[in-house]
């Protein structure tokens, strides 16, 4: 019987960059899945590209489940010139490679665990959801959620938390502020206006805004408020022309409790007053992209049984997690995996390979307690 390690070892060498379709991770998947214990489901679409992408649904039972275990199978790009990218290594207790730690090791824990199990002896529906297209914008996750295809009282999604249960999270907002001058030679600045000073103007308001929004705690997240950023500046086309355009690309990431909008109606309202302030000044905000928070369920009894199990405290994270896409399919939901986000995303990305085995046996008490007993193991 192949143990997590060796789960994520075969994992990690099927390469799945969201830009690639992630077919084969699902194959690898469905080969591990006991056909006599599961029945399959597959929701296939298409993206922006045409590429064909898979989401695997599994259950043990009826369409409502007692414990639904989430996990993505796509991971962000990695440098060609990290060899360990796609050809795993264990050293010093770390398995190195490109979605070790986000989050094919937590999908080496769930399919370790419910090979070691006998899940067809469970009472109550187990299921698991594995999913495409996370990392850009969890399109598997509000795919799977508007078809309604399944409904479980727990949940838990998959993400590197340490082994810590996650009960919330902060959302997600994109938006681009476009502003708009008019061109003209350098050397004759009057005949023109430049979009670059208007958006310095607006840069400086924005700073206000992040200031404003610090000032509304959620003690449970650190920081505790809604954070803002400007990530990008992008104006002009030549020193001695006068910008006739410049772009600016402003995130936030809202905490529960936050109305997502408010920090759009508060950059509105600056780009307002500039307006009333400086006559010709013509700036637009388009949001692009608005993910909800992930809300704490009513109840904690998911989050406490893995609290006492992994022996770590419920926590939040400042990330967007799929968690918050599934809330209308499920009662309680936790985000929970191994491995420490802070690794992830880069060269060298790693998860410790304790944590797997840690995992694996966390949730095999996990699926045995809510939807038990299976006192037979396989
Ligand atoms: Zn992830």
């Given at each position: ?12 060498a099927i390469?799945s960059v ?13 080969a591990?899945l006991?056909?006599?214990a ?8 298409r993206d922006?590209?045409g590429?064909e992408k ?10 409502v489940?007692?414990l ?6 796509d991971t962000?790009?990695f440098?060609?010139a990290?060899?360990?990218a796609v ?6 207790g770390k398995?190195?490679?490109r979605?070790s730690c986000?989050?094919?090791g937590?999908?080496?824990c ?9 899940v ?10 594995l ?9 598997g ?11 479980s009282?727990y949940?838990?999604v998959?993400?590197?938390?340490g082994l ?23 050397a004759?600045?009057?005949r ?26 959620n ?9 803002l950023?400007v990530?990008?500046i992008?104006?002009g ?9 410049c772009?600016?690309?402003v995130e936030?990431r ?6 997502p ?24 905000l ?7 928070t992930f809300?704490p ?7 406490t049984?893995v ?5 770590r405290?419920?926590a ?13 399919l499920?009662?309680e939901t936790?985000?929970?995996g ?10 060298g990305?790693f ?8 995992c694996?046996?966390i949730l095999k ?11 037979h193991y396989?």
């Open positions: 019987m192949k143990s997590a390690v060796d789960h994520l070892l075969d994992l990690v390469p969201s830009s690639m379709s992630n077919r084969s991770v699902i194959d690898y998947a469905l591990e006991n056909p006599t599961w029945s399959i489901q597959l929701y296939a679409y922006a590209a590429i898979v989401n695997l649904l599994a259950t043990t039972g009826a369409r489940a007692e639904l275990l989430v996990c993505h199978t962000v790009p440098d060609s990290w060899p360990e050809n795993p290594k264990v050293r010093n398995l190195y490679g979605g986000d989050v094919k937590y999908l080496a769930i399919l370790a665990a419910v090979s070691e199990l006998d067809r002896r469970l009472s109550k529906p187990l299921a698991i959801l999913t495409a297209d996370e990392e850009i914008g969890c399109v996750a509000k795919y799977i959620a508007g078809k309604n295809a399944i409904r009282r949940a838990i998959g993400e590197p938390t810590r249960p996650v009960r919330a999270g902060k959302g997600y907002a994109l938006a681009e502020i476009v502003v708009r001058g008019k061109e003209a030679h350098s004759f600045p009057a023109g206006r430049s979009a670059i000073y208007d958006g310095a103007r607006v840069v400086a308001r924005l700073e206000q805004v992040a200031k404003k929004l610090a000032a509304r705690k003690a449970d997240f650190d920081p505790p408020y809604t954070t950023n990530g990008l992008r104006g086309t030549a020193k001695n022309i006068v910008p006739g355009e772009r600016i690309t936030w809202p905490v529960p409790g936050v109305d909008n408010w920090p759009a109606m508060l950059i509105q309202e600056e780009l307002a007053r500039l307006k009333r302030r400086y006559p010709g000044f013509d700036a637009q388009d949001v692009q992209r608005m993910d909800p809300d369920s009513s109840t904690d009894a998911l989050a049984l609290q006492s199990l992994a022996r405290r419920p939040t994270v400042a990330f967007g997690t799929e968690a918050a896409h599934l809330r209308s499920t009662t936790i985000v929970f191994p491995g420490n986000m802070e690794t992830a995303h880069k060269t990305e998860v410790p390979t304790a944590e797997l085995n840690k694996v046996e008490k996990v699926i045995e307690r809510l939807c038990g007993p299976s006192d396989a």
